[in-house]
């Protein structure tokens, strides 16, 4: 007998959000993209505001295979050990999402393709592509950009008392969130020093550092 591979669903969709074959599709999908090596709460805190702010139906945290903008600054964590966490992370989020496109597809991992993928499984939705003010400042140097903006809306995760400002003609919307001081860099330190994580990663997500002995060499 042949055994036929069961196709992965771009993003394990929440409670109340349709799946991706199904008649009604979200209609409003965001799309947060990132390393997430690993995900923590300021990640979560950016996603239920920005949903809440622009009454999003999901927001897929799509979990970078390759992230092109990080090679070689550092060792990156296996992309199915970050998808883990991620899926750990949304699991009793409602509205929240994990993504396995970008591995699913392999190779460096680029908005602009993604969002066409999004566009292919989702006809008539409309996306929008979440980053934060740093990564907004520098959207000229991202892959194909202009296909970035053609095919979704920019919304910029603005903290409070730092406004972004972007090239003139790019449309974008900003939402603002709560400023926490929460670094995944910090988060790989302190898991090599011994120091708590709690409070500063969901304790599911906690679960996969441990299980996985994540983090515990030194980089």
């Known amino acids: 007998m042949v055994r036929v591979p069961v196709p992965q669903p771009i993003a394990t969709l ?66 199915h050990a970050r998808l883990a966490m991620v899926e750990a992370a949304v699991a009793d989020v409602d509205g929240l999402s994990a993504g396995r496109a970008e591995i699913d597809h392999g190779g460096h991992s680029y908005t602009a393709d993604t969002l066409e993928f999004l566009s292919q499984q989702h006809p008539g939705a409309s996306l929008f592509t979440i980053v934060g003010d740093d990564a907004a400042s520098k959207i000229e140097s991202w892959e194909r950009y202009e296909e970035v903006a053609t095919r979704s809306t920019l919304v910029v995760v603005d903290r409070p008392g730092d406004p972004v400002e972007l090239p003139a003609g790019f449309g974008w919307e900003r939402v603002e969130v709560p400023r926490l001081d929460v670094s995944s860099t910090d988060l790989r330190d302190r898991c090599r020093d011994g120091r708590p994580l709690d409070y500063l990663v969901t304790e599911p997500v906690l679960e996969v550092i441990r299980s996985r002995a994540l983090y515990e060499e030194a980089q």
């Open 14 to 79: 929440p409670a109340g959000v349709m799946h991706l074959h199904s008649p009604i599709v979200p209609q409003r999908i965001g799309l947060f993209g990132g390393t997430f090596d690993p995900p923590h709460v300021g990640h979560l805190v950016t996603a239920v505001n920005v949903r809440h702010a622009l009454q999003l139906d999901v927001v897929i945290l799509m979990v970078a295979n390759v992230p092109w903008q990080k090679v070689g600054t550092r060792p990156i964590t296996d992309a």
